[in-house]
């Protein structure tokens, strides 16, 4: 059973900016930041938020820990393979041999 993050079920972010003022610019920040990490696959979701916290300097797996309800383990693999060079996709986003055949190979003579 695939459960989809709907908005509905978007975590509410812990730091107490949005607990204070849940109606201010910071907490609509953070509510955009999780409307978009809801939207990513597991994979991305580590990379955005990893990057995210990196670009917040000390502090950042802590405070995006808050934001978005991720594990703090989590968004330190994601830092780690942002940093890693060979997980990056270089040229290709599918595997060698993903997608449609070529209409050569499907319908011969053509």
Known sequence: MNKENTWAELP???CSHCQQNPNGPIAAQH???NRLVAL?????????VGFL???HG?????LMSRITGLDR???ARGLR???AEQSL???????????RKRVEITVPGS
């Open 12 to 14: 509410k972010c812990q």
């Open 31 to 33: 509510r955009s930041i």
């Open 40 to 48: 990513a696959d597991e994979r991305l979701r580590r990379l955005l």
């Open 53 to 55: 916290a990196q670009q």
């Open 58 to 62: 000390r502090g950042g797996i802590s």
């Open 73 to 75: 383990n989590t968004i």
């Open 81 to 83: 393979e942002l940093q």
């Open 89 to 99: 996709p270089h040229k290709r986003i599918r595997r060698q041999g993903g997608g």
